[in-house]
């Protein structure tokens, strides 16, 4: 199957709306503003140039993925220090 650069753009759009979706359930502010900065990347793509000059896209990509999972990292502790 060969994408039109209207198929690509569409795809592109699909995965804005999804990252706009993980965003209204993120956990965190921050987490929040990287979801909706994502989707603006995905849209702004969609309706660039960029859109018509890559190959196909991964058909996953057009998918409904499942829910975002964040990891949490451990952050060393400070060494107590002695007076």
Known sequence: MTDTPE????????????????????????????????????HDLANSVSAYSFGPLDNQAAEPRGPVVQQQQIQPKKPIEKA
Request: with cysteine.
């Open 7 to 42: 198929d690509r753009a569409e795809a592109l759009r699909r995965e804005a709306a999804w990252c706009l979706e993980q965003a209204k359930a993120a956990s965190s502010s921050a987490r929040r503003g990287e979801l909706i900065a994502l989707a603006a990347r995905f």
